[in-house]
């Protein structure tokens, strides 16, 4: 079993719509979680980073962390074709200096 | 402040050949990790470098290796490479604190013939 796992996509949502994006995760020794998005030809860039389970909200963007469930999610509100993109789940532990684990990321396509 | 870069950023070698990556980290960073992303394994991570130091290193052969100099940039090396090194070469840097973000470059998209 990978350490996390997500699920690829493609994921294909029309213009405006709420988008769901869930990883799940194997090590409780994770405690930090970030979204990041990357665009094709593109690196990865920083979405959302949070630390302790419950909500954080950034604009449209809202990330959710349950680690009694090693659940963790990214809703996109009025999603639009601009967040066309690939959506990679990371997370680090919480001791010592050990790399990003990433998930293998999710395609999003938005339709306008 | 001017981003992460990486050079070059397309490359074409064939099998058995060497090849040299560049990544110049954001002003002030001393830290730089390398990434190797493909569509079956996603993001990988390679070795991570702080202070001319390799301190962190994932489950890569030793053909895979990397420096970092004294004023941060760092360069991986891949020698003898393989069809399978086919890959999107991040790098990454960050201030160096075990939970500081990381800001990645465009990556080098390297292709083995």
Redesign the interface.
Known sequence: QKEVEQDPGPLSVPEGAIVSLNCTYSNSAFQ?F?W?RQYS??????LM?TYSSGNKEDGRFTAQVDKSSKYISLFIRDSQPSDSATY?CAM?RN???????????TRLSVIA | KAGVTQTPRYLIKTRGQQVTLSCSPISGHRSVSWYQQTPGQGLQFLFEYFSETQRNKGNFPGRFSGRQFSNSRSEMNVSTLELGDSALYLCASSAGGATDTQYFGPGTRLTVL
């Not at chain 1, 030809?41 to 920083?46: F, V």
Request: glycine letters at 18%; a positive charge; hydrophobic letters at 30%.
């Open positions: 930090y970030m990041y030809r593109k690196g990865p860039e920083l980073y990679l680090i001791s010592g200096n050990t790399p990003l684990v990433f998930g293998k990321g």
